[in-house]
């Protein structure tokens, strides 16, 4: 388990975040996505307006560093 995916408890869409801290991860890579309301400097948490689990596995995938 890299991150975690859930239902954003603020409004619609998703939260991504890492689970406990994985380096293999840094959602700040997905800011400039459309779908993408806030992600934050630090990479660790992203809210996103993407509800579909393709498109959220999309963006997952798009934060994995290489």
């Known amino acids: 388990v890299h991150a975690l995916i859930y239902p954003d408890r603020r409004g619609e869409g998703y ?6 801290d ?21 990479g660790f948490v992203a809210k996103v307006e993407a509800t579909d689990p393709a498109r959220l596995k999309e963006l997952t995938a798009l934060a994995v560093v290489n």
């Open 22 to 42: 994985c380096p293999r991860l840094n959602f700040s890579l997905i800011e400039s996505e459309n779908d993408v309301r806030f992600a934050h400097k630090r």
């Open 15 to 20: 939260g991504l975040t890492t689970y406990e």
